[in-house]
């Protein structure tokens, strides 16, 4: 049994302690928390469990890696705290630990990673021993391995299209909806997210990896992004009330340019209420939020994934298939050699031993 510490227990830190508490080759040895009122409280509680893991939160980052633990899903935040993340993950990895996290977007792609990400990383590998993987969804397997996987289906292939096609009234994440991705803004307020190369910054990475794994030398990544406002103030369920007139859909683009044409294409269709910009791609079968891959050429393959959690809720759902992802790397990691690790190299294994396994 591998010894595992989940740090964090927000959206993605709660289903990682279930997902750890489910996989036959894992032992849940710790869990980091942050708000004073999760101290001492167990796991189970945590992560919405209706029993006692026997594992109790600390804050005591120091003394939960003191214990070298050998695996640690990093589930804290970095969308707006990078540098915090990136000082967290390698802390852990110099402690001796695999670490598999969604946090840290530059590190999907290491090979093209800026140095000022790279570098720490590499410097906590050759100085503890650990490890590092990180991906999630979309970004993530959503347009790394699935597309890949798929474009082997086929007998010639035109073009790939990768889509993340959601409501983000769903999305238990204010910050991120409302100030990086800029739901329910002024229309004249440029959210962080659309900055120019900031999408190709988080989805880039993806891009070169589906051209590396097949075989393509790409022109050029290049970028489209389109907004529309509301037409009338909505209130939503568990995000709270938008404004007319202010930001309720944004499209965009990120575009891997071969000889010429966009042959691979990362797309993201993402509204606040789906009376907003009603003409643009909706998920193919109803419902809140989905991922699609299209593959065109002969024969042209369409495969959409429609996954739920916590209540039938898409966005739980999605999070959950990047912690199924990420903790079902652990044991193949453990064994591996330390150093970086992308999509490309983790093989996407079957749920081997959790066939009719009793839920955590």
């Not at 591998?2 to 990682?16: E, Q, S």
């Not at 509680?45 to 695996?71: H, K, N």
């Not at 530059?106 to 906590?124: G, I, K």
């Not at 891997?256 to 910009?277: D, F, K």
Request: hydrophobic share 40%; glycine share 12%; proline share 8%.
């Amino acid at each position: 049994m591998i010894p595992t510490v989940v740090w964090g227990t927000g959206n993605v830190g709660r289903l990682a302690i279930r997902a750890v508490e489910a996989h036959p080759a894992l032992r849940l040895a710790g869990v980091i928390v942050h708000h004073p009122g999760k101290v001492g409280r167990d796991a189970g509680r945590l992560c919405g469990l209706d029993r006692d893991t026997g594992v109790t939160a600390t804050d005591d980052i120091a003394a939960v890696l003191a214990s070298r633990p050998r695996a640690v899903v990093y589930a804290a935040t970095g969308d707006t705290r990078p540098d915090a993340a990136l000082a967290d993950v390698t802390r852990a990895i110099r402690a001796g630990a695999v670490v598999v996290t969604p946090a840290l977007y530059p590190l999907y792609d290491h090979r093209n990673a800026p140095p000022e990400f790279r570098d720490p990383v590499t410097a906590a590998v050759a100085e503890g021993g650990g490890s590092l993987f990180a991906s999630g969804v979309d970004p993530g397997w959503g347009n790394d391995v699935l597309p890949v996987l798929l474009s082997g289906l086929g007998t010639a292939v035109d073009a790939i299209r990768c889509q993340e096609i959601f409501d983000y009234s769903t999305y238990d994440q204010r910050d991120s909806v409302r100030d990086l991705v800029g739901m329910g803004r002024p229309m004249d307020h440029q959210p962080m997210m659309l900055l120019p190369s900031v999408p190709t910054m988080v989805w880039g990475g993806q891009i070169r990896m589906m051209a590396r794994a097949l075989g393509v030398e790409l022109d050029a990544i290049r970028e489209t992004v389109e907004r529309r406002p509301l037409e009338e103030t909505v209130a939503t369920r568990s995000m709270g009330v938008f404004e007319a007139g202010t930001q309720g859909a944004v499209r965009f683009e990120v575009q891997g340019v071969v000889a010429g044409e966009p042959r691979l294409v990362i797309e993201h269709v993402t509204r606040i209420h789906p009376s907003c910009a009603p003409d643009w791609p909706l998920p193919p079968g109803g419902g809140d939020g989905a991922h699609r891959v299209v593959i065109e050429g002969r024969p042209r393959i369409e495969v959409t994934v429609e996954a739920e959690d916590d209540g039938e809720n898409r966005s739980a759902g999605g999070n959950a298939t990047a912690v199924g992802r990420l903790v079902g790397a652990i044991d193949w990691l453990a064994d591996a050699e330390p150093g970086l690790y992308d999509a490309l190299d983790v093989p996407l294994r079957p749920a081997v031993g959790r066939l009719g396994r009793k839920r955590a």
